[in-house]
């Protein structure tokens, strides 16, 4: 998957917050990050918990598909 693509960046973005990265940390490894990456981290960044939460898991569902679709050769 190319660094560039805004779904790697999307990708990598939610997988790093999970890892405990938070703000401008979160696109620090990317070049030019797309901006819907710029707007998953400012929701990310929302101050309300349950927000943060469900934008979390809604990009963490779109990752779990991608990995089981290479999983399964799709």
């Known amino acids: 998957m190319d660094p560039e693509s805004p779904q790697f960046q999307r990708?990598?973005?939610?997988?790093?917050?999970?890892?405990?990265?938070?703000?401008?940390?979160?696109?620090?490894?990317?070049?030019?990050?797309?901006e819907k990456t710029r707007?998953?981290?400012?929701?990310?960044?929302?101050?309300?918990?349950?927000?943060?939460?469900?934008?979390?898991a809604a990009e963490l569902e779109i990752v779990a598909r991608r990995l089981a679709q290479l999983e399964l050769g799709s």
């Open 39 to 56: 707007e998953l981290v400012a929701s990310l960044g929302a101050e309300d918990r349950t927000s943060r939460a469900r934008t979390l």
């Open 11 to 34: 990708a990598f973005v939610a997988v790093s917050y999970l890892a405990g990265s938070r703000g401008d940390a979160l696109l620090a490894a990317l070049n030019r990050p797309a």
